[in-house]
Nanobody
């Protein structure tokens, strides 16, 4: 079983920045595709960003490009989400997800492992 633990969420003012971290258990982290999703109150979970096994390929949701950046450090079994120029509409619970296949996907149903989520609140 793979365990994922998110951290780094909190309360920030609009225009501020946060860096989320996702620490993974196991020694096969460097073979996992990793992604971030988020869920705002009253809304369905949506895709945020994805990164392949070695960090050579990354994709972010069109509405978030230029503000959010995903990265990973395989030596530390950790994936990050750098969030800049935060807006009130970014308020949500952010989830880390992993899958053991080499192919990447934005569909949450195809991810095998999930963290518990971390709350991000952006004040106006």
């Amino acid at each position: 079983q793979v365990q994922l633990v998110e951290s780094g969420g909190g309360l920030v003012q609009a225009g501020g920045s946060l860096r989320l971290s996702c620490a993974a258990s196991g020694r096969a982290f460097n073979s996992y595709v990793m992604a971030w999703f988020r869920q705002a109150p009253g809304k369905e979970r949506e895709f945020v960003a994805i990164i392949n096994w070695n960090g050579g390929r990354t994709y972010a949701a069109d509405s978030l490009k230029g503000r959010f950046t995903i990265s990973r450090d395989n030596a530390k079994n950790t994936v990050y989400l750098q969030m800049n120029s935060l807006k009130p509409e970014d308020t949500a619970v952010y989830y880390c997800a992993a899958r053991t296949a080499y192919s990447i996907t934005v569909y949450e149903g195809e991810y095998e492992y999930w963290g518990q989520g971390t709350q991000v609140t952006v004040s106006s």
